[in-house]
């Protein structure tokens, strides 16, 4: 009978390596470059995994509209990806919050023409504040947008973050991921400490998306923020680096 030998699998080079939280890690960020994948230590000694991306050159047309793939990601997580927004993304921004406008007209005020949008990302100087989109992450699409905004430095370390999913993506989880990768980017890159929103007390999907994120409550303010003319309620929700070296997974 002929005998079959079976080639030995390949080691080393080549293979994925799974991680082994149980094994000895040098403190510090270990790379895994073939998925992009960053393991940080934290204080209880378990590692948290994100994710981060570079320049993705293709060019891609989303509902005829051709995405500026340039833009490089600051974090990519499984579903999607955070990035900067830029003055190429007028077409598409604008689009989206058109379609919103039902989604969005209770909680906030987003540019409707291109003059205001240009104001829009013309304020986001990356020190006292910074704008993001959150897209998928192979499509590029947009699902949604975040800011950090009031960003004080000195003994404080803080900022506030404002987020809004888009109406055809609302409801999927994405800004759920797409915020959490905010946070990471927010206390790791940019070294801030504290992290609040203001919510108002209606605004069901917003309050669930940051207890999903195991922000903390601290208060309420009556008669907080002017919306449309109005002076609304708001719930004050607030996060930090600590907490979320704590947070489960």
């Known amino acids: 009978m002929l005998e079959v030998k079976r080639r030995p699998r390949a080691s080393g080079r080549g293979r994925a390596r799974e991680f082994d939280p149980g094994r000895s890690r040098p403190s510090g960020i270990i790379r895994c470059a073939l998925h992009r994948r960053h393991w940080t230590k934290r204080q209880d000694g378990r590692y948290r995994a994100h994710y981060r991306a570079g320049r993705k050159r293709s060019q891609v047309y989303v509902r005829g509209v051709r995405v500026e793939t340039n833009a490089e990601f600051l ?14 993304d007028r077409e598409e921004f604008l689009g989206l919050v058109e379609s919103s406008r039902a989604l969005h007209r209770r909680w906030i005020v987003l540019p409707t023409t291109p003059d205001e949008f240009d104001d829009y990302v013309s304020r986001f100087d990356r020190h006292s504040a910074d704008g993001f989109v959150i897209c998928l992450a192979k499509r590029r699409s947009m699902v949604g947008f975040a800011n950090l905004n009031e ?17 055809p993506s609302a409801g999927s989880g994405y800004m759920t991921e797409g915020v959490d ?37 601290e208060g309420y303010s009556p008669a907080f923020i002017c919306i449309r003319g109005k002076w609304m309620d708001h719930e004050r ?13």
């Open 181 to 217: 990768l905010l946070l990471d980017y927010a206390f790791t890159d940019l070294g801030l400490h504290r992290l609040e929103a203001d919510i108002q007390p209606g605004n069901i999907p917003s309050l669930k998306l940051v207890r999903r994120l195991r922000f903390r409550k």
């Open 75 to 88: 974090r990519q997580g499984r579903r999607v990806a955070l990035r900067r927004i830029t003055k190429h």
């Open 237 to 249: 929700w607030a996060i930090t680096r600590e907490m979320m070296d704590t947070r489960p997974g």
């Open 151 to 167: 960003i004080v430095r000195g003994a404080y370390q803080r900022g506030l973050i404002g987020y809004g999913a888009f109406a």
